[in-house]
């Protein structure tokens, strides 16, 4: 285990960064709205994630895209347990997006092993109680406000270490509440009241974060940032959400390198490899200070980047 990545309490110790498959049981997230808003679909996209290399599923009922209301109660429930009860059934290690506590203390009940609330526990007070209650994993995401308006508080003078800050306060409000602190896990919340060069500067920083002690989750996949990567400039439109799948791999393999305990992604399979491609530059990075020389002792995967399988298929 990298001491870089650091470990959550309550779930497994991978060795190398995670994988966290997204299944968004909405009819309006920016990228895949409407795809898998039908319990059994979702359950199905949750377990061909699994299939194609996801560590977690997290399962959503809320759209948070810039700009979008909130949804009531009663229908996230509706949305959200019966998948999560029947994909942590079928064996998946399930997380909630949630930021209400009624919901995540459902989930929590039907299965669910870790809480990821984009507000950090701000939008509803009784969230902290219920994870301190269950002891579950609590993703604390940096947010400034909800989505309806939070374009408005994208307003920083150094943008890393605002959100360091902001983000040591939510930590210690649920430490404060009981949650262990061993169960945090910090998310700089990229497109969240940030620009698109406020999420580029956090992806470069996101070093600076471990200042905080505790793991990292990243989550640029298909944002509004990497659109703006691609198109080259503010007068081009961006390419679609879904054609960002290739720069969230990127994305994948950089803060993989930099540490980051877990990345979230639509698309899964280019992130897998991704991170085991990092893994294994990791692994070779250690073995060179150690032996002097830039050797590979092994991947982390059977069938990986540069393992015995490689000269099998013919490739060089
Ligand atoms: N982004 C979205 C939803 N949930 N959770 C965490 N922890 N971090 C994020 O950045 C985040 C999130 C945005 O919507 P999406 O489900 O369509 O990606």
């Not at 997204?22 to 319990?39: I, Q």
């Amino acid at each position: 285990m990298s001491t870089l990545r650091g470990r959550v309490a309550g779930l497994p110790d991978w060795d190398r960064c995670a994988v966290m498959g997204v299944v968004n049981v909405t009819p309006d997230s920016f990228s895949d709205g409407g795809e898998w808003f039908d319990t059994e679909l979702a359950v199905k996209h949750g377990l061909d994630l699994v299939a194609q290399g996801a560590d977690l599923v997290d399962v959503g009922g809320e759209s948070t895209r810039p700009g979008a209301a909130r949804v009531d109660e009663a229908e996230e429930l509706r949305r959200v347990i019966p998948v999560v009860r029947e994909l942590a059934a079928a064996g998946a290690l399930v997380s909630v997006d949630t930021m209400r506590a009624s919901v995540a203390e459902q989930a929590v009940r039907a299965g669910a092993r870790l809480v990821n609330d984009v507000s950090g526990g701000a939008a509803d007070p009784a969230m902290v109680p219920v994870v301190a209650a269950h002891q579950v994993p609590f993703v604390v995401m940096h947010w400034r406000g909800q989505s309806i308006d939070m374009n408005n508080r994208a307003v920083y003078g150094d943008v890393v270490t605002e959100v360091l800050d902001e983000l040591r306060q939510s930590m210690e409000r649920a430490v404060a509440g009981g949650v262990g602190p061993d169960r945090i896990i910090i998310d700089p919340g990229l497109g969240f009241a940030k620009e698109a060069g406020h999420d580029l500067a956090l992806v470069a920083g996101l070093a600076r974060l471990r200042a905080l002690g505790r793991p990292l989750l990243v989550a640029a996949s298909r944002k509004r940032f990497l659109g703006r990567v691609l198109a080259g400039g503010a007068e081009t439109a961006p390419p679609p959400a879904r054609e960002r799948d290739a720069a969230t791999a990127a994305v994948s393999a950089i803060v993989a390198r930099e540490g980051a305990w877990a990345v979230r992604v639509h698309e899964v399979r280019a992130s897998a490899d991704a991170v085991r491609v990092a893994r294994a530059v990791e692994e070779a990075a250690a073995s060179a200070v150690t032996a002097g020389t830039s050797g590979m002792s092994g991947t982390g995967a059977s069938g990986g980047p540069g393992g015995p399988a490689a000269n099998a298929t013919g490739t060089v």
